[in-house]
């Protein structure tokens, strides 16, 4: 029983690598709001935004299960779901634990209103599974399916900041708006770096932007995503005593993206797009350690 949900997590939600991420994010989205507020973050505010969102990504990768089952079935027959590893209903049932869990967190810390904010995220997370009952519109329009499934991040996030302003002042501080926004946009990198592949990695079924826009135009949105995240996140840091520092590493770090761009524009080779998606989870990492948590460690 154990090792089938191990090697579940180890294909399609690696809990080191997807912990990884997610703890800094949400440290840094509690230390980022206590920052704006002139505090510090709790605890407790802490483990349980990290606890929250960490659920939450993990029921987005159940609902894809459910909403991509039939693809998987005839496009994706290796994967975990339609060769029998574990199913539906398990998955559906492993869903429902996590949401009982988040609930009984937000109650404990939060209370009612923090509750409220909980089942704002799931009902569009529910809204999101269900393709918003658009499902073929959407699918004929990539990119009002990237963002109405991006918005599910800055609703994450928001509900992360939440474990701090909304138990301490119950106000949310000004310019947290800034770091939402960042978020929408890291959304954006990190879904598209993970859907760029070279031309020998392409898959019967599956809808890269890479296979949908072509390999320039995807590598060009990317970069420029990038860009403005990097501005966006410059902005927020500025509110935190950190802009200079953070607009100095995300120039470096738009050289590196736009020379291993060109690169592989140049020379596609088999499993070279997976440096778009390493390249992502280091802006990732950049941004929320340079957001939230840099700035806290070296706050007088």
């Given at each position: 029983m154990l090792n089938r949900w191990w090697t579940y997590q180890k294909e399609r939600f690696p809990i080191a690598a997807n912990g990884l991420l997610i703890g800094v994010f949400s440290f840094s989205a509690v230390s980022y709001s206590a920052l704006l507020r002139g505090g510090v973050p709790s605890w407790d505010s802490s483990t349980v935004a990290f606890a929250i969102a960490f659920l939450f990504f993990l029921q987005l990768r159940?609902?894809?299960?459910?909403?991509?089952?039939?693809?998987?079935?005839?496009f994706r027959p290796y994967r975990p779901v339609p060769r029998g590893l574990v199913s539906l209903r398990e998955l559906g049932i492993l869903g429902a634990l996590t949401a009982l869990i988040q609930g009984f967190l937000a109650l404990y810390l939060g209370g009612l209103t923090l509750g409220l904010f909980l089942i704002g995220v799931w009902l569009y997370l529910g809204l999101?599974?269900?393709?918003?009952?658009?499902?073929?519109?959407?699918?004929?329009?990539?990119?009002?399916?990237?963002?109405?499934?991006?918005?599910?991040?800055?609703?994450?996030?928001?509900?992360?900041?939440?474990?701090?302003?909304?138990?301490?002042?119950?106000?949310?501080?000004?310019?947290?708006?800034?770091?939402?926004?960042?978020?929408?946009?890291?959304g954006v990198v990190i879904e598209i770096g993970r859907k760029i592949r070279s031309p020998k990695d392409e898959e019967a079924g599956v809808d890269t932007?890479?296979?949908?826009?072509?390999?320039k135009w995807a590598v060009f949105v990317w970069l420029v995503v990038c860009t403005m995240m990097a501005v966006l996140s410059a902005i927020a840091a500025n509110l935190v005593g950190f802009g200079l520092p953070l607009a100095i590493a995300t120039g470096l770090m738009l050289g590196i993206s736009g020379t291993l761009a060109h690169r592989f524009l140049r020379s596609p080779l088999p499993n070279?797009?997976?440096?778009?998606?390493?390249?992502?989870?280091?802006?990732?990492?950049?941004?929320?350690?340079?957001?939230?948590?840099?700035?806290?460690?070296?706050?007088?």
């Open positions: 159940i609902a894809d299960e459910f909403k991509d089952y039939e693809e998987d079935c005839r999101m599974s269900q393709e918003f009952f658009i499902r073929d519109w959407l699918k004929a329009h990539p990119i009002i399916y990237l963002i109405s499934h991006m918005m599910i991040m800055p609703l994450i996030y928001g509900l992360a900041t939440a474990c701090d302003w909304q138990v301490t002042t119950g106000v949310m501080p000004s310019g947290l708006g800034w770091f939402l926004a960042v978020s929408f946009f890291n932007y890479s296979y949908l826009w072509g390999r070279s797009g997976k440096r778009f998606e390493y390249l992502s989870a280091i802006w990732t990492l950049l941004i929320y350690l340079s957001l939230g948590i840099i700035p806290l460690l070296i706050s007088p």
